[in-house]
């Protein structure tokens, strides 16, 4: 059994930054895929970053150069560098993680940018 724990999110002001992280813990060899994913109320959840083993990342368009995804294999954990955040990153974050043909999903971390 893998477990995800995330942490980092929070309200923050137009413009300012967060950094999310989830590390995972469990009997597993490697983890394939990290990635982070965000659901606003009334929509879908969607893809925000995603990083392989090999360090190739993939970012949505709206988060291209504004958002960086990272991972520390040593300590099985991603992270996501959120600058100049806009209100309509608000979403609930949630980090997922592929191992062998199985996904894990996190709680989900509520990110809200407001002034």
């Known amino acids: 059994q893998v477990q995800l724990v995330e942490s980092g999110g929070g309200l923050v002001q137009p413009g300012g930054s967060l950094r999310l992280s989830c590390a995972a813990s469990?009997?597993?060899?490697?983890?394939?895929?990290m990635g982070w994913y965000r659901q606003a109320p009334g929509k879908q959840r969607d893809m925000v970053a995603t990083?392989?083993?090999?360090?190739?990342?993939e970012y949505a368009d709206s988060v291209k150069g504004r958002f960086t995804i990272s991972r520390d294999n040593t300590k099985n954990t991603v992270y996501l560098q959120m600058n100049s955040l806009k209100p309509e990153d608000t979403a609930v974050y949630y980090c997922?993680?592929?191992?062998?043909?199985?996904?894990?999903w996190g709680q989900g971390t509520q990110v809200t940018v407001s002034s």
């Open positions: 469990g009997r597993f060899f490697s983890i394939k895929t």
């Open positions: 990083i392989t083993s090999g360090g190739t990342t």
């Open positions: 997922r993680v592929l191992i062998l043909r199985s996904e894990y």
